[in-house]
């Protein structure tokens, strides 16, 4: 079943036949997301019908151990279980090549590989490279491509493709360099910096939201609304990536990229058409009004905080100091909260809290918008007992969807009023499960879409601004940091960084 969310709007690109090449095909990003994504991918029949899959890299695997690797993950990770007509089928388009990242040789065997596969698939010499590989690992993979003639210029020859992950650098210094070593040998145009948040259906949905209904965007602003809360909420601690964790912490690893590029579909100005450059024009002008937080800012505009030990789903669990890999002196947070504006003149003085954090309550990702309370008259003139205002709430995961408050009279002949929700489900409205992010997300890269990628300026500019905070943080050099409670929503700190302003933190 399509999209009905896209339903009559104009396709003008089409995914392109080529060679998806994932260097890093035997980790675990293939094997959860990248692999089992295009499985569903194929039994939708959206890809190409001239289409393969090369995994690269160390591990010592052949073409049928790459596909026994792929075909677990499928069984593990896909939406959809595996049906065997289907995989008998999917299965012919996946080859693996053995070799270090670092030897020219091992460059050579994949472009003899390559050409092979497109002479029997009859690709046209169209490649797509996914870097599912450490930052410190770019530089190496795109100067052996360059020197061994896989990437031809934009417009002359087959198409070059590169998709790199996240994270793009850890302040604005590496993200810079790491963006000066792709655009060495990739066009702008040929770059795709991937979020997969912006591959979810509800943030898809954020610009056809507020675009498409005519009942909204005339409330869209600082005249209308309250305030904006983000909330990124994970259960799980940081289990196997704490070497990863202590280099990044919350701010970096989550504020960086998927809030504030959510935090920019909500706030941007409507692009004059859905050209990819004129929809991430918009979202970039957002992060460039955000407003500077200075070191006298920090204090009362920005919480962090590490969980402490208790207990998860029954069972005692650590706190972040104590769980394996984390230094016992850590000072990495794994909560932050904001308070952030917006300084133009749509969102003047409309505060945007963010928060997220690990080991809270549950995992739950959304954003809501509050809207302005009704005046002190008529139904809400009792001060001890005001009506609870508008909310329109943006789910984006697990129950994808949205819902808006509303205030209703309860049945009875006295007048009460009572909050209500109009709500609505992914799942219940359109039947089948939405698709994952990375499916929209490599499908868009195969048709040179680049609307849901980062561009190369945006990427700065959120860093940009990023390092106010992280500036402060490290100039203060704090020895300790507050914990909060295994399932807890927030550390008391945040708590009082909203109160301070009359207002609270949604219990989700």
């Known amino acids: 079943m399509g999209n009905p969310l896209t339903a009559g709007l104009a396709q003008n690109l089409i995914p392109q036949p080529c060679t998806l090449v994932i260097f890093g095909g035997a980790g675990d990003l293939s094997a959860r997301k990248l692999l089992p994504a295009l499985y569903n991918l194929s039994l939708d029949g959206v890809l190409p019908t001239n289409f393969a899959v090369v995994g690269f890299a160390r591990n010592e695997l052949d073409d049928s151990t790459f596909r026994a690797f792929a075909r677990d993950g499928i069984e593990?990770?896909?939406?959809?279980p595996l049906d065997e007509a289907h995989w008998a089928d999917y299965s012919r388009s996946l080859f693996y090549v053995t070799g270090s990242f670092t030897d020219a040789q091992a460059y050579v065997e994949l472009k003899r590989r390559l050409e092979k596969i497109d002479s029997e698939f009859g690709i046209p010499g169209n490649r797509v490279f996914y870097l599912s590989i450490p930052p410190s690992l770019i530089a190496t993979c795109v100067e052996q491509l360059k020197a061994n003639g896989f990437v031809a210029d934009p417009g002359e020859g087959p198409i070059s493709r590169v998709i790199v992950e996240k994270p793009i650098g850890r302040d604005l210094a590496t993200a810079r360099a790491i963006n000066a070593t792709l655009a060495r040998t990739f066009d702008e145009s040929q770059t795709f910096r991937i979020d997969h948040y912006l591959g979810k259906e509800t943030v898809q949905n954020i610009l056809v939201l507020r675009f498409a209904n005519s009942v909204l965007e005339p409330l869209w602003n600082a005249k209308y609304v309250d305030h904006v809360q983000l909330t990124v909420a994970e259960e799980e601690g940081v289990g196997l990536r704490a070497g990863y964790y202590e280099e990044a912490g919350a701010l970096r690893d989550m504020v960086q990229n998927h809030i504030l590029q959510v935090l920019a579909m909500i706030a941007m100005e409507p692009p004059w058409s859905l050209d990819p450059e004129n929809v991430r024009d918009a979202k970039l002008n957002v992060l460039r009004c955000l407003r500077p937080l200075t070191a006298g800012d920090i204090d009362k505009q920005v919480v962090r905080a590490q969980y402490g030990p208790g207990?998860?789903?029954?069972?005692?669990?650590?706190?972040?100091?104590?769980?394996?890999?984390?230094?016992r002196d850590s000072t990495t947070e794994t909560y932050v909260a904001l308070k952030v504006f917006i300084d133009n003149w749509r969102w003047a003085g409309v505060p945007f809290y963010i928060r997220t954090g690990k080991r809270m309550p549950k995992r739950?990702?959304?954003?809501?918008?509050?809207f302005k309370p009704v005046p002190e008259i008529l139904f809400n003139t009792n001060r001890d007992a005001p009506l609870e205002p508008n909310v329109l709430t943006l789910r984006i995961q697990p129950d994808e969807g949205f819902s808006l408050r509303l205030s209703s009279k309860l049945p009875g002949p006295k007048v009460r009023i009572y909050p209500?929700?109009?709500?609505?489900?992914?799942?219940a409205t359109f039947g089948d499960s939405s698709p994952e992010a990375y499916e929209r997300l490599l499908l868009d890269v195969m048709a040179g879409d680049a609307t849901l990628f980062m561009r190369r300026d945006a990427v700065e500019a959120a860093w940009a601004w990023m390092m106010g905070v992280l500036d402060a943080w490290e100039s203060s050099r704090t020895r300790y940091l507050p914990e909060y409670p295994t399932g807890d929503w927030s550390p008391v700190e945040a708590d009082r960084l909203i109160e301070a302003d009359g207002r609270k933190w949604r219990t989700l």
């Not at 739950?364 to 509050?370: K, L, R």
């Open 364 to 370: 739950v990702s959304e954003a809501a918008i509050y």
């Open 420 to 427: 209500v929700k109009m709500d609505f489900h992914y799942g």
């Open 76 to 80: 593990r990770f896909s939406r959809r």
């Open 311 to 327: 207990y998860h789903h029954g069972e005692e669990v650590p706190g972040y100091r104590r769980e394996e890999g984390v230094r």
